[in-house]
């Protein structure tokens, strides 16, 4: 992999922020989210490891190098902020140390690519600063939201305001105590006979009337907190209408836009778990005696302990030549790629990390190790984005026509 000088010195130091503040804090900061009053709340200490982060400029290190004016002119290209995100990923609540976590990071470019000098002002500066937490609103539990055409939330023009009326569910960072900020889809031309035209996303602070909490969300038993998942109600919810992104119709253009860097965000993040959860199973089976020898005596175990180093190693592999793509041709014209990745490596991930958390006995399932936690990200991230079948069948449709 091609590196600037930059890029490896920003690496360099990340890493060892790493070992240095935040390993050591992993018990600290699930003792702290554990006892407090309030879950969705992010623990006093990750807000002092925010200033730390920031102070040594590990801050905003997703922001593509075409969006550099951004953030004091800097910026990595995809392939640049890879091994990034893959360290981050080896602690899951590492990200927002570095202001780099999900869904903000997707929201900022969103704001970066299709925002108003006023809507940059008013929501991007204070994401960029870790100021405040946003939502990304588009999944509906009564509809089948793997075709985004589906989506029913109305949004009508009424005078100088946009009316919203609807329901929103797993709506990613919707729980967390700072939350600011819901960019929402839904139809305002619900009649147009092209469906891609029908959808409109806007601007709306969760503060406005109307909008409600209905209940957090778990997935498989995690609230996923400090950021959660939340069902949302909207009810005669009223929006400036200034704060309409690109335009009415354009909606989906910026679902198209968004999803594409955050799939192979999360594809990143989730390298650094499996990676993390290799390193860990070694030292278990080695230190780790049964029936009179040390577990990685067994087959099995070198089976289990090779199939994931080549799982991994595939995954790594795929990631770099998306991001290679992205930089060269845009995200558009890396769709193959992104729904290869997107669809592949959650699904290897997840199996490297059922054969660690197999390795690890009885613990392994246990909050003892992150695995389990990590198990679930990798689990809900075939869901998140758009469902595995849906890329596998746009995917597959692309590659037929590319051969036929």
């Not at 014209?333 to 990745?341: E, F, Q, R, V, Y």
Request: glycine share 6%.
């Amino acid at each position: 992999m091609v590196r600037s000088d930059t890029a490896e010195m920003l690496l360099a130091r990340l890493k060892d922020f790493m070992d240095r503040h935040v390993y050591p804090n992993e018990i600290a900061y699930r003792e702290a989210l554990n006892s407090a009053q309030n879950r969705f709340k992010s623990p006093d200490l990750v807000d002092e490891l925010k200033k730390l982060a920031m102070k040594q400029e590990l801050w905003n290190l997703f922001i593509h190098v075409e969006y550099g004016r951004y953030w004091k002119n800097r910026g990595l290209t995809n392939l640049e902020y890879a091994p990034f995100a893959e360290e981050m990923g080896r602690v899951l609540w590492s990200p927002e140390v570095f202001n780099c976590n999900a869904p903000d990071t997707g929201n900022m470019e969103v704001l970066m690519k299709y925002g108003t000098p006023e809507q940059k002002k008013a929501w991007l500066e204070p994401l960029l600063k870790g100021e405040i937490r946003s939502s990304y609103a588009m999944t509906e539990p009564d509809v089948a939201s793997s075709d985004a055409t589906n989506i029913q939330l109305e949004i009508e023009r009424d005078d100088d305001a946009w009316v919203l009326n609807g329901r929103k569910w797993f709506i990613t960072g919707a729980m967390h105590e700072n939350n600011q900020l819901l960019i929402v889809m839904g139809k305002t031309d619900p009649d147009n006979p092209d469906r891609r035209r029908q959808q409109s996303q806007v601007l709306v602070p969760t503060q406005t009337p109307g909008v409600s909490i209905v209940r957090p969300l778990t997935t498989l038993g995690y609230d996923d907190a400090p950021f959660g998942h939340a069902e949302i109600l909207f009810e005669g919810v009223r929006v400036p209408v200034e704060n309409i992104l690109l335009g009415p119709g354009r909606g989906f253009e910026i679902a198209q836009g968004r999803l594409g860097p955050g799939r192979i965000h999360h594809c990143m993040r989730l390298i650094g778990a499996a990676q993390r959860a290799l390193e860990l199973s070694c030292a278990r089976v080695t230190n780790r005696n049964a029936f009179g020898k040390p577990l990685s005596k067994n087959q099995s175990v070198r089976e289990d302990i090779s199939k994931s180093f080549s799982d991994i190693e595939m995954a790594r592999l795929l990631v770099h030549e998306t991001c290679r793509k992205m930089d060269r041709h845009g995200a558009g014209k890396a769709m193959d790629l992104i729904a290869a990745s997107k669809t592949r490596i959650p699904f290897l991930v997840q199996k490297v990390l059922d054969r660690c958390m197999q390795m690890h006995g009885a613990g392994g399932l246990s909050a003892d190790y992150f695995m389990s936690e990590a198990f679930n990200y990798a689990r809900w991230c075939r869901q998140a984005d758009g469902p595995d079948q849906v890329h596998h069948m746009t995917l597959g449709k692309q590659i037929i026509a590319r051969y036929a």
